[in-house]
């Protein structure tokens, strides 16, 4: 066979193999995790995976659509008041309050998507902006429902049966299943028929449209899936800090998640975990100061736009890919 | 009624010159580079705290800290122009809204980082009222717009007379054509850029002493507002966003007159949504430009 330039390598054979290797012994990892760590490093693991669940959502919307938005942290926002108001008000069930904050984000970004969609590249990435701003606006003005800027705080423990959940290393063990089942969620997403519908709308979307997939509906269901991703994860925050105030809505929780998916790599599946254990439980294992992290997330961003645009997870998959070969030649 | 509305047109008029002094620049930058300076904000907060600085370390006064904080606003995006901005000559939308992004968190961390978070009292200013009419004014507002006039007059002559303006025009309508001719792409971007965040930081320190606070986090608002007047203005055409700052200033207050205070920061949002939506080329070109 004749080599050209734009002949696909062959993956080695085993590749998917030390693939689910590899993420099988991170999981088990992370499952012995509490046994070894103590608590301020577990918390930092669980804010890294409840930062997991937006970035996942972004990671669909930017990697498998090409749109940049800034609005993931208005839908995180969202569903931690979403739970927090089911919880204080009508007193139901953690998992009850997990997917009313999804269904809710979701359904607050169809009229939002409507018209930001129509938009395109930069007039997106500022109208998202705008969200976030509008969202700010909202919680701190709309006193009688979040309590303004005194927040809204003493959330009930989470329950799960007849276990109420109050320990560090509890919350780790929910919050790394709910991790899990999202990310594997994400991949039947992106692995099925639609999720090749949507990386064909990334890459042409006249093309796309021509061979008949309804690109503006899949744009809106991409949109509204990246906000339950969101709203997921806003629910989880809210349950673990147990507050929830206007802050939510401030611009570092955009900027962190996307750092968290264009630092591991957009439109990967690992890029997002690595993206989020190295941006998130990192700098939080080490105590830095949310201003110096912010200077370093600027950093970052200038270091992947002009030295690393794939990220960091292309360094990764050679690890694999190399690991793969040595299975195959020993 | 009738004159508390015409105060409030008079208010307006007055921050709608702060903004389109802001906007003025990032539409010329917008103009050679294609790219929205999601920092633009943060320079004005730089201006602003460059003469807070020197007003309360070293009492000088007013005068020479509206130099200092424009001078000192343009040191550090020099450094920026060279480093950051002149790379995004021809690079892809993504790259130019992520760098800017990240020099925002980089600035507006590190004023935070360095001086604290809370809010400041900028000391200063030519706040002695001025009695015209029947309604008094600070001499401070009337510098504000006097400036903000003679700037764009400034910038009209410049865009269309000197050797900077025609190159800074030939840049916005074709690169590869001033590659052709020998014009310094980079230096011409570099410049703007510097003139653009000059004007940024101008626009804060006569600002300062109107808002009184100064504090790390302002600019963010400022980055958005600027959003809608140079959409509304269209992008690229510095004439448009005078009329469309002031356009801007009034409404914002007119709403928080007769609706409310809170309401008046959705203003520009709303403002952006409907451009954006129906005449994304602006108010006052009919076609497109870029």
Same mark, same amino acid.
């Given at each position: 066979?004749? @080599?050209?330039?734009?002949?696909?390598?062959?993956?080695?054979? =085993?590749? !998917?193999?030390?693939?689910?290797?590899?993420?099988?012994?991170?999981?088990?990892?992370?499952?012995?995790?509490?046994?070894?760590?103590?608590?301020?490093?577990?918390?930092?693991?669980?804010?890294?995976?409840?930062?997991?669940? !937006?970035?996942? +959502?972004?990671?669909?919307?930017?990697?498998?659509?090409?749109?940049?938005?800034?609005?993931?942290?208005?839908?995180?926002?969202?569903?931690?008041? $979403?739970?927090?108001?089911?919880?204080?008000?009508?007193?139901?069930?953690?998992?009850?309050?997990?997917?009313?904050?999804?269904?809710?984000?979701?359904?607050?970004?169809?009229?939002?998507?409507?018209?930001?969609?129509?938009?395109?590249?930069?007039?997106?990435?500022?109208? $998202?902006?705008?969200?976030?701003?509008?969202?700010?606006?909202?919680?701190?003005?709309?006193?009688?429902?979040?309590?303004?800027?005194?927040?809204?705080?003493?959330?009930? =423990?989470?329950?799960?049966?007849?276990?109420?959940?109050?320990?560090?290393?509890?919350?780790?063990?929910?919050?790394?299943? @709910?991790?899990?089942?999202?990310?594997?969620?994400?991949?039947?997403?992106?692995?099925?028929?639609? +999720?090749?519908?949507?990386?064909?709308? =990334?890459?042409?979307?006249?093309?796309?449209?021509?061979?008949?997939?309804?690109?503006?509906?899949?744009?809106?269901?991409?949109?509204?899936?990246?906000?339950?991703?969101?709203?997921?994860?806003?629910?989880?925050?809210?349950?673990?800090?147990?507050? @929830?105030?206007?802050?939510?809505?401030?611009?570092?929780?955009?900027?962190?998640?996307?750092?968290?998916?264009?630092?591991?790599?957009?439109?990967?599946?690992?890029?997002?975990?690595?993206?989020?254990?190295?941006?998130?439980?990192?700098?939080?294992?080490?105590?830095? $100061?949310?201003?110096?992290?912010?200077?370093?997330?600027?950093?970052?961003?200038?270091?992947?736009?002009?030295?690393?645009?794939?990220?960091?997870?292309?360094?990764?998959? =050679?690890?694999?890919?190399?690991?793969?070969?040595?299975?195959?030649?020993? | 009624?009738?004159?508390? %509305?015409?105060?409030?047109?008079?208010?307006?008029?007055?921050?709608?010159?702060?903004?389109?002094?802001?906007?003025?620049?990032?539409?010329?930058? #917008?103009?050679?580079?294609?790219?929205?300076?999601?920092?633009?904000?943060?320079?004005?907060?730089?201006?602003? #705290?460059?003469?807070?600085?020197?007003?309360?370390?070293?009492?000088?006064?007013?005068?020479?800290?509206?130099?200092?904080?424009?001078?000192?606003?343009? *040191?550090?995006?020099?450094?920026?122009?060279?480093?950051?901005?002149?790379?995004?000559?021809?690079?892809?939308?993504?790259?130019?809204?992520?760098?800017?992004?990240?020099?925002?968190?980089?600035?507006?961390?590190?004023?935070?980082?360095?001086?604290?978070?809370?809010?400041?009292?900028?000391?200063?200013?030519? %706040?002695?009222?001025?009695?015209?009419?029947?309604?008094?004014?600070?001499?401070?507002?009337?510098?504000?717009?006097?400036?903000?006039?003679?700037?764009?007059?400034?910038?009209?002559?410049?865009?269309?007379?000197? /050797?900077?303006?025609?190159?800074?025009?030939?840049?916005?309508?074709?690169?590869?054509?001033?590659?052709?001719?020998?014009?310094?792409?980079?230096?011409?971007?570099?410049?703007?850029?510097?003139?653009?965040?000059?004007?940024?930081?101008?626009?804060?320190? *006569?600002?300062?002493?109107?808002?009184?606070?100064?504090?790390?986090?302002?600019?963010?608002? %400022?980055?958005?507002?600027?959003?809608?007047?140079?959409?509304?203005?269209?992008?690229?055409?510095?004439?448009?966003?005078?009329?469309?700052?002031?356009?801007?200033?009034?409404?914002?207050?007119?709403?928080?007159?007769?609706?409310?205070?809170?309401?008046?920061?959705?203003?520009?949002?709303?403002?952006?949504?409907?451009?954006?939506?129906?005449?994304?080329?602006? *108010?006052?070109?009919?076609?497109? /430009?870029?």
């Amino acid at each position: 066979m004749s @080599v050209t330039l734009d002949t696909p390598h062959a993956p080695p054979p =085993r590749l !998917p193999a030390v693939r689910w290797g590899t993420a099988a012994l991170a999981l088990a990892a992370l499952a012995l995790a509490p046994l070894f760590l103590g608590n301020y490093y577990l918390h930092a693991l669980i804010i890294a995976m409840i930062f997991l669940l !937006p970035a996942h +959502g972004l990671n669909l919307i930017l990697g498998y659509t090409g749109m940049l938005s800034l609005a993931q942290g208005v839908f995180f926002g969202l569903g931690a008041y $979403t739970s927090a108001l089911l919880a204080m008000h009508f007193g139901t069930p953690f998992v009850v309050n997990l997917f009313a904050a999804a269904a809710v984000a979701a359904l607050i970004a169809l009229p939002l998507g409507i018209p930001a969609l129509r938009l395109r590249a930069t007039s997106f990435v500022m109208c $998202t902006l705008g969200f976030v701003v509008i969202a700010q606006t909202v919680a701190k003005n709309w006193t009688d429902l979040t309590r303004g800027d005194m927040g809204l705080s003493g959330l009930a =423990r989470p329950r799960i049966g007849d276990i109420v959940i109050s320990q560090i290393p509890q919350y780790f063990y929910l919050i790394l299943a @709910v991790a899990v089942l999202a990310m594997l969620a994400f991949i039947a997403l992106i692995r099925s028929p639609a +999720g090749r519908c949507m990386v064909a709308i =990334r890459d042409n979307e006249t093309l796309a449209e021509s061979l008949g997939i309804p690109t503006w509906t899949y744009k809106l269901v991409v949109f509204m899936l990246s906000a339950a991703f969101a709203g997921l994860g806003g629910s989880l925050y809210a349950h673990y800090e147990t507050v @929830v105030s206007p802050l939510v809505f401030q611009m570092y929780y955009s900027n962190t998640i996307l750092i968290i998916v264009l630092g591991g790599g957009v439109g990967r599946v690992p890029g997002a975990i690595i993206g989020s254990f190295l941006f998130v439980a990192v700098t939080e294992a080490l105590r830095i $100061t949310p201003e110096l992290r912010l200077i370093i997330y600027g950093f970052v961003l200038l270091l992947l736009v002009f030295m690393f645009p794939q990220g960091l997870a292309p360094l990764v998959e =050679r690890g694999t890919e190399w690991l793969a070969r040595l299975g195959r030649k020993a | 009624m009738g004159s508390f %509305i015409l105060e409030q047109i008079v208010n307006g008029v007055i921050t709608g010159s702060m903004y389109a002094l802001v906007a003025a620049g990032m539409t010329m930058i #917008f103009g050679v580079l294609r790219a929205i300076n999601f920092a633009h904000g943060e320079y004005y907060m730089l201006g602003t #705290f460059g003469a807070w600085l020197v007003i309360s370390k070293l009492d000088a006064p007013y005068a020479v800290s509206i130099v200092a904080g424009v001078a000192i606003a343009a *040191l550090i995006a020099a450094l920026i122009g060279r480093l950051v901005m002149q790379r995004l000559v021809g690079a892809p939308f993504q790259a130019g809204v992520l760098a800017t992004i990240g020099v925002s968190l980089i600035l507006q961390n590190a004023v935070i980082l360095a001086f604290g978070g809370g809010y400041k009292v900028f000391e200063g200013g030519w %706040i002695e009222p001025v009695q015209i009419g029947s309604f008094g004014m600070a001499q401070q507002r009337i510098v504000l717009v006097v400036t903000a006039l003679a700037v764009f007059a400034g910038l009209e002559w410049m865009v269309r007379k000197t /050797r900077m303006g025609k190159a800074i025009r030939a840049v916005s309508q074709n690169i590869e054509c001033c590659h052709v001719n020998g014009i310094d792409v980079e230096s011409v971007v570099r410049r703007t850029f510097l003139l653009g965040t000059a004007l940024a930081a101008l626009s804060g320190v *006569l600002t300062a002493p109107v808002n009184v606070s100064v504090y790390g986090g302002m600019g963010e608002s %400022i980055t958005l507002k600027t959003f809608a007047v140079i959409v509304m203005g269209g992008m690229g055409n510095v004439r448009g966003t005078l009329i469309a700052g002031i356009l801007l200033g009034v409404v914002e207050a007119l709403v928080s007159g007769l609706i409310g205070l809170q309401y008046r920061d959705s203003v520009g949002f709303v403002a952006l949504l409907l451009m954006l939506m129906f005449r994304p080329h602006g *108010l006052f070109t009919q076609k497109a /430009r870029f």
